[in-house]
């Protein structure tokens, strides 16, 4: 709902002030958080399309990486990028990799997804 809309409601009286306000207040905490039109941001589509470009794995897994911080429900998108990445070194457990988090973020909390997408690309080996 946006902000004319939901003022008019408040000023005819068809909503209380203390829904109002808790609406009101919900939108900011979602503005505050950065979700409001989190699909459009430029970072997701931009960055999707920087991964067809990319030619090593290790690079692959670094973009993946970043983008999966910005949004995560973009997995199944990378994941189908790096299928092309499946006949150079290390791109089969790349792929894994990427099905074994696709996983895990399905069963995740909002709150753990950040921990789980950072600990799946760590140098020192996938934790997930």
Do not use: P
């Not at 709902?1 to 919900?26: C, P, Q, S």
């Not at 429900?73 to 089969?92: V, Y």
């Amino acid at each position: 709902m946006n902000d004319a809309l939901l003022e008019e409601l408040f000023k005819k009286g068809l909503i209380t002030e203390e829904r109002y306000m808790k609406t009101k207040a919900e939108k900011e905490l979602v503005k505050d958080k950065g979700g409001e039109n989190k699909s459009l941001r430029k970072i997701s589509s931009f960055d999707l399309n920087e991964l067809d470009s990319v030619g090593s794995v290790r690079n692959f897994k670094e973009k993946a990486k970043e983008i999966l911080l910005e949004d995560s429900s973009l997995i199944q998108e990378i994941l189908k990028k790096a299928h092309r990445l499946e006949q150079r070194d290390g791109g089969r457990k790349l792929i894994w990799l990427l099905y074994q988090l696709r996983d895990a973020l399905k069963q995740a909390s909002s709150e753990c997804q950040e921990l789980i997408i950072k600990g799946a690309f760590r140098k020192a080996g996938a934790k997930i």
